[in-house]
C-alpha cells in the first residue's frame, strides 16, 4: 500500500477502527527509536536525533516551513490528504501528547486559527479538521508531538466514516459509570497536580 493510501487508512482508522492497527513491518515504516511510546526523560533526550521533527527542526532535513516562533513551528506534511495538509510541531521533542506540558500544547494550539485561516484561504477550503493521533492504536507514526490542521471541502469524501450514521448517545447505568469513572480520574490528577505544586513551594 502507497504512502498516502496508507495516512489516510491510519488517520480514518480513529474514527472507524476496522481491526487491528498494522504493524510496522508491514506498512513499511521502519522502527526506529522515535517509534517507542511514553519514553520516560531520561531516554527521551537520547532519541532526539533520531526524530525526524527534531531534524527538521535542527536544519539538518528539508522542510517547507509556513510558521516558525520561539516554541513552534508549523511546516507542510510531505504526505498530504489534502492541498495545505500541515503540522505544527514544538520545537522540544516529547513523545506524545500526554508527554507535552500544558504550556507547550497551549502555544500549539494558540497559533491554530492564525495558522488555519491562511491555509483555508491560500487553498480555497472552506473547513478544516483539527486532529491529533495520540499513541499507536490512534494511528501515530512519528513519536513527537504534532497536531495535523487538514483543509476541507465540501463532498471531497475524505473520511469514509463521515457517511456513517451515529447513534445517539444512551442515557444509562453503563454512560453514568463512564463518567463517574473520567470524573474521578480527573479529581486523581488534579489532587496529584495541586499536591506537586505545594511540595514545590515548600
Not at 485561516?117 to 491529533?132: E, G, P, Q, R
Not at 512519528?142 to 457517511?163: V, Y
Amino acid at each position: 500500500m502507497g504512502t498516502p493510501k496508507r495516512r489516510l487508512a491510519v488517520l480514518s482508522s480513529h474514527l472507524l477502527p476496522t481491526g487491528p492497527a498494522p504493524s510496522s513491518s508491514s506498512s513499511g515504516v521502519s522502527a526506529s527509536f522515535c517509534a517507542q511510546q511514553r519514553l520516560s526523560r531520561s531516554q527521551e533526550s537520547g532519541h532526539e536525533n533520531d526524530c525526524v521533527f527534531c531534524k527538521i527542526i535542527r536544519g539538518e532535513s528539508p522542510a517547507v516551513k509556513l510558521y516558525e516562533d520561539d516554541t513552534c513551528l508549523c511546516i507542510l506534511d510531505t504526505n498530504p490528504l489534502s492541498l495545505g495538509h500541515s503540522l505544527i510541531v514544538p520545537k522540544s521533542h516529547f513523545s506524545c501528547l500526554d508527554a507535552t506540558p500544558p504550556s507547550v500544547v497551549a502555544a500549539m494550539c494558540a497559533k491554530v486559527p492564525l495558522i488555519s485561516n491562511a491555509i483555508m484561504k491560500a487553498t480555497d477550503a472552506d473547513s478544516f479538521n483539527l486532529l491529533v493521533n495520540n499513541g499507536a492504536a490512534a494511528g501515530q507514526v512519528i513519536f513527537h508531538t504534532h497536531i495535523h490542521i487538514i483543509p476541507r471541502k465540501a463532498h471531497d469524501c475524505l473520511w469514509t466514516s463521515e457517511s456513517l450514521r451515529r447513534r445517539p448517545l444512551k442515557i444509562d447505568q453503563e454512560t453514568s459509570q463512564l463518567a463517574d469513572q473520567v470524573r474521578e480520574k480527573l479529581s486523581n490528577i488534579c489532587e496529584c497536580s495541586s499536591k506537586g505544586q505545594e511540595s514545590s513551594l515548600s
